[in-house]
T-cell receptor, first 114, second 111 residues
Framework: NAGVIQTPRHKVTGKGQEATLWCEPI?????VFWYRQTIVQGLEFLTY????????DSGMPKERFSAQMPNQSHSTLKIQSTQPQDSAVYLC????????????FGHGTKLSVL | QQKVQQSPESLIVPEGGMASLNCTFS?????YFWWYRQHSGEGPKALM?????GDKKEGRFTAHLNKASLHVSLHIKDSQPSDSALYFC???????????FGTGTSLLVDP
């Protein structure tokens, strides 16, 4: 079991460019979560899917962020027109059932917006 | 909106000592409580959960929950240098709800 796989590990974009982050959950897990981690804000919930359906996107900045889960083997987080304040480590996690269950996190994608 | 606060922000304990981490949450309807640990360059990893009031022990780790006082704690006995990491308390309202993470405690075990 390779665990949750996130690619790329590091991404550098220029201000105003688009960034797409990829996540492959653990096989058989039905829920996928996205979190953002910064020194100042800590671990912030962004959004989650269960059985590929979007369930809660209450943490997503409305205008430039979007997430999708087109199949059970991967999810993407897309940030349009990236800004320096988007610089963070973006963490994907999966769980066997639903919230309240143990989350298994990937190593994260460190996004740096110059 | 759920608020989860942790104290202290940072903690140094000698190798073999006891580390005590605290967490307070704001919503009395919270149901599930987890402790996660994150080493540098990795994602957080679940340490243990506690769902009922009282103590729960797993090896060197003991979690304590008091829902009435909105408080959960983690105690690490016989601390090892490998325990040096960032520790997060995480709270969920129940099945069907997301995990809200606390502000984190940075633990350094001094060999």
């Amino acid at each position: 079991n390779a665990g949750v796989i996130q690619t790329p590990r590091h991404k550098v974009t220029g201000k105003g460019q688009e960034a797409t982050l990829w996540c492959e959950p653990i096989s058989g897990h039905s829920a996928v979560f996205w979190y953002r981690q910064t020194i100042v804000q800590g671990l912030e919930f962004l959004t989650y899917f269960r059985n590929q359906a979007p369930i809660d996107d209450s943490g997503m900045p409305k205008e430039r962020f979007s997430a999708q889960m087109p199949n059970q083997s991967h999810s993407t987080l897309k940030i349009q027109s990236t800004q320096p304040q988007d610089s963070a480590v973006y963490l994907c996690a999966s769980s066997f059932r639903r919230e309240g269950e143990r989350l298994f996190f990937g190593h994260g994608t460190k996004l740096s917006v110059l | 909106q759920q608020k989860v606060q942790q104290s202290p922000e940072s903690l140094i304990v000698p190798e073999g000592g006891m580390a005590s981490l605290n967490c307070t949450f704001s919503d009395r309807n919270s149901q599930y409580f987890w402790w996660y640990r994150q080493h540098s360059g990795e994602g957080p990893k679940a340490l243990m959960s506690i769902f009922s009031n009282g103590d729960k022990k797993e090896g060197r780790f003991t979690a304590h929950l008091n829902k009435a006082s909105l408080h959960v704690s983690l105690h690490i006995k016989d601390s090892q240098p490998s325990d040096s990491a960032l520790y997060f308390c995480a709270v969920s309202m129940g099945m069907g709800y997301k995990l809200t993470f606390g502000t984190g405690t940075s633990l350094l075990v001094d060999p």
